[in-house]
T-cell receptor
Framework: NAGVMQNPRHLVRRRGQEARLRCSPM?????VYWYRQLPEEGLKFMVY????????ESGMPKERFSAEFPKEGPSILRIQQVVRGDSAAYFC???????????FGSGTRLTVV | KQEVTQIPAALSVPEGENLVLNCSFT??????LQWFRQDPGKGLTSLLL?????REQTSGRLNASLDKSSGRSTLYIAASQPGDSATYLC??????????FGKGTRLSVIA
């Protein structure tokens, strides 16, 4: 079991470009969560998805950010028209259900230049 | 709204010392509580998961306790080692809602 796989590990984008972050959950896990971590700050929840459904997006900025978890393939966090303030580490976690703990990926470190 | 607080924010101890990290949460109606470790520039590694019906969990030199009614959890690390140096994060879950994290305790174990 390869664990939660995130790619790329590092991503550099110029202001105004799009960033696509990918997350493949652990085998058997149908719940996916995205978190953002800014330097010297805690992890902030962004969005919670199950296959083909967004369950909770209360932590997502209203503009430029979107997420999906299609029937086939990884979950995608998409940031359009990136700005310097989007520079952060983005972590994905998965779990098999509500009673279980989370398993985190190694994160994608986004740098906007 | 659930809030999680971790005290102290940073801690430095000599090697071999036993230590306790504290976590408190404002809403005691939790589903479970999870302790993680994060090394600089790395992802999160799960250490211990305590369900709401449990009082404690142990793994090697780590012991986590949960007092749900008072909204507190502690992580006890026995015989600390330099390799234990990392940031320790506490997170709680309520029902169907995602984990809410504290800001962590940054631990340095000095050889």
């Amino acid at each position: 079991n390869a664990g939660v796989m995130q790619n790329p590990r590092h991503l550099v984008r110029r202001r105004g470009q799009e960033a696509r972050l990918r997350c493949s959950p652990m085998k058997g896990h149908s719940h996916v969560y995205w978190y953002r971590q800014l330097p010297e700050e805690g992890l902030k929840f962004m969005v919670y998805l199950q296959k083909e459904n967004i369950i909770d997006e209360s932590g997502m900025p209203k503009e430029r950010f979107s997420a999906e978890f299609p029937k086939e393939g990884p979950s995608i966090l998409r940031i359009q028209q990136v700005v310097r303030g989007d520079s952060a580490a983005y972590f994905c976690a998965s779990s098999p259900g509500h009673n279980y703990g989370y398993t985190f990926g190694s994160g994608t470190r986004l740098t906007v230049v | 709204k659930q809030e999680v607080t971790q005290i102290p924010a940073a801690l430095s101890v000599p090697e071999g010392e036993n230590l306790v990290l504290n976590c408190s949460f404002t809403d005691s109606a939790i589903y479970n509580l999870q302790w993680f470790r994060q090394d600089p520039g790395k992802g999160l590694t799960s250490l211990l998961l305590i369900q709401s019906s449990q009082r404690e969990q142990t793994s090697g030199r780590l012991n986590a306790s949960l007092d749900k009614s008072s909204g507190r959890s502690t992580l006890y690390i026995a015989a600390s080692q330099p390799g234990d140096s990392a940031t320790y994060l506490c997170a709680v879950r309520q029902g169907n809602t995602p984990l809410v994290f504290g800001k962590g305790t940054r631990l340095s174990v000095i050889a």
